[in-house]
């Protein structure tokens, strides 16, 4: 071990205190999920000096489908990650040396990693700060922050098994967790993602365990069971072994009032309903819980009787309103439709206010589409929520031409249009709307962040048997894309906003992200299909990678002005970070790939590195 080189190792003892300045403690800079940062070396008029202070690289191939989701947490002077490669690690911060190193082979065969990174338990007074790692193949271990050593006295030789109580009905399958477990007082916080197609399977219940005992504290029911409130939801028997819904994005913690918000998956399956007549109360939800026992608090459900694959695919952000003299506690959450509901932190009602609007029904045999659905009063889309024939791409006749062609064969009835028998365009779809990654929160400025993308997906139902009942069907994707892979929507196809917090109005929005080839034929601005979010500063500069042009920038977070760029070796799809060691600011990002179907502008190389700036 080299870690007695290290003499910033003597500030971990002192970074018990959540959101210290210097560090970044959770995946989300805060347990709020804010990505905010209070330091200020950085700023609109030096950052165009940044330069790559350090880069590490971890060894694993890059790209793929989803890519490299996780963002590192920074305590002490230490940098913590997992790899792709299930190798938890630690590193100097400042420097980007290795200090020590976890093999999770040694506690599973299979050697799953952990799939958005590591959460940092700072202990009790009676425990040492501790790595809190739930791996992929469902197991909960510790490490002691300094050493990277095993804690063996908690659970089996160290190890929480999360599979059990939850996977023996179902032939001992599999339990993922879907994000990082959340971290309240001494209780590991932890949901399970369940897939989105199968009538039957595993509950996507949260749950919270003791991380001195292992023991599981409390678990609350995702689908409500007999004698619950809104067990009706699922129509007679369709809550039974019902799938999910679980959670596949970070959950946020509030602990000045000991609550935990939680966004929730769509019902299964994904794209037909007739097997779950009613709501499905908790699906397409945000639900806040008592962090110490679990009881439901309040919950939001943004798609009533979900047909369209609209999971809650942000974790919700933790925001301060400043409305009619007061400061409302809230919490913001975008979502794949294209909107950001901003609702109060203690009820969880629409501080701008809502209604529900009609939307179209579906033609499949034996289901209907809920009637209407909630909208925000404000703010305004983030995306475009539709399409009509006039916003087809115009970027080159021949795009036009093979746009509109595909266009005129298509069911496209406006907000809510689903999937059918049918071709039908759902536009923004599940491709498109909020990225995953979620909103982003200056305090100081009152602003909330979001990036959006505006694509849709052209698809249609065929029976299928995926469910394990019939009938049943599910989805056949075909892209929505010009001759060339570009979308078939009018540019852009991607922004980055600035909302107001105070009154909802959208302050600056502008195109994020360019294909070069494009820029080159004179058609600029024209954004790109993006996954992950912005980090915010106090010095006035956001950060952002996200896009598909491979390029990580400096936004002024008051105008919108780009100030900065440099290009990476992959697309980082994820969150950056930012902090300070030695009086030195420094921010980071994973460049590990990873855009899904989305055409990208460089094919990028087979890499996975963590690259680090700082000024010169």
């Not at 460049?591 to 700082?614: E, R």
Request: proline fraction near 8%; charged fraction near 20%.
């Amino acid at each position: 071990m080299r870690f007695s080189r290290l003499p910033l190792l003597a500030a971990l003892a002192l970074s018990c205190v959540w959101g210290q300045n210097a560090d970044w403690p959770v995946i989300g800079g805060d347990p709020g999920s804010t990505r905010y940062s209070r330091l200020t070396q950085i700023t609109p008029a030096n950052v165009a000096r940044l330069r790559r202070a350090w880069t590490y690289d971890t060894g694993d191939p890059g790209g793929g489908f989803r890519g490299t989701e996780a963002t590192p947490i920074v305590i002490g002077g230490l940098m913590y990650f997992s790899t792709p490669g299930a190798k938890v690690t630690a590193l100097n911060a400042a420097t980007g040396t290795e200090v020590w190193k976890y093999d999770l082979k040694e506690v599973t065969e299979r050697g799953r990693g952990a799939k958005y990174g590591v959460s940092y338990w700072p202990g009790d007074g009676h425990a040492s700060p501790r790595i809190v790692v739930a791996t992929t193949d469902g197991l909960l271990i510790q490490l002691d922050a300094r050493s990277g050593k095993l804690y063996k006295d908690v659970g089996k030789d160290g190890v929480i098994d999360l599979k059990v109580g939850m996977v023996e009905k179902f032939n001992n399958s599999g339990y993922t967790p879907g994000a990082t477990p959340a971290i309240y007082k001494n209780l590991a916080i932890i949901s399970p993602t369940t897939g989105e197609q199968g009538r039957y399977g595993i509950a996507g219940d949260p749950r919270a365990f003791d991380l001195q005992t292992g023991r599981e504290v409390w678990r609350f029911h995702t689908v409500p069971q007999p004698g619950e409130p809104e067990f009706s939801s699922w129509g007679p028997d369709g809550w039974q072994d019902r799938r999910g819904p679980g959670s596949w994005v970070p959950m946020t913690v509030d602990n000045e009032h000991g609550m935990v918000f939680i966004a929730l998956g769509n019902a299964t399956d994904q794209n037909y309903g007739g097997s779950r007549p009613g709501k499905n109360l908790y699906a397409t939800s945000l639900i806040a819980l008592e962090a110490a026992s679990g009881k439901l608090k309040w919950y939001y459900q943004f798609t009533h009787h979900d047909i369209y694959d609209w999971d809650v695919n942000a974790p919700p952000t933790l925001i301060e309103v400043s409305k009619d003299g007061k400061k409302i506690p809230a919490v913001a959450q975008s979502t794949k439709q294209g909107l950001l509901f901003i609702l109060d932190r203690m009820n969880g009602k629409a501080i701008f206010g809502d209604e529900e609007r009609p939307i179209p029904n579906t033609d499949a045999p034996g289901d209907s589409a809920w009637p209407t659905q909630p909208f925000p009063l404000k703010p305004t889309p983030i995306s475009r929520i539709s399409m009509t024939r006039a916003e087809v791409s115009k970027i080159s006749p021949e795009t036009e031409r093979t746009c509109t062609e595909q266009y005129d064969k298509l069911v496209q009835m406006g907000p809510y249009t689903p999937y059918g028998m049918m071709p039908s365009l759902v536009f923004p779809s599940s491709e498109g709307g909020g990225s995953w990654s979620g909103a982003s929160f200056d305090p100081g400025l009152g602003l909330i962040f979001v990036n959006t993308r505006s694509v849709g997906t052209l698809a249609r139902l065929n029976p299928s048997m995926s469910s394990g009942v019939l009938p049943s069907y599910a989805k056949r994707k075909i892209p929505f894309e010009d001759q060339n892979g570009y979308p078939c929507s009018a540019p852009p196809w991607g922004e980055l906003m600035a909302v107001s917090a105070g009154t909802g109005d959208i302050v600056w929005r502008v195109p994020l992200g360019e294909y070069k080839e494009l820029t080159a034929r004179g058609v600029s601005k024209t954004g790109t299909p993006n996954a992950g979010g912005p980090v915010i500063t106090a010095g006035g500069v956001l950060f952002i990678g996200a896009t598909a042009d491979l390029m990580f920038r400096a936004f002024d977070s008051k105008t919108g002005k780009e100030l900065w760029s440099t290009e990476l070796e992959n697309s980082a799809v994820n969150s950056p970070l930012t902090y300070e060691v030695g009086g030195k600011q420094y921010v980071s990002v994973w460049s590990g790939g990873g855009l899904g179907d989305f055409k990208t502008s460089a094919p990028g190389q087979h890499t996975n590195l963590i690259v680090t700036y700082a000024l010169p």
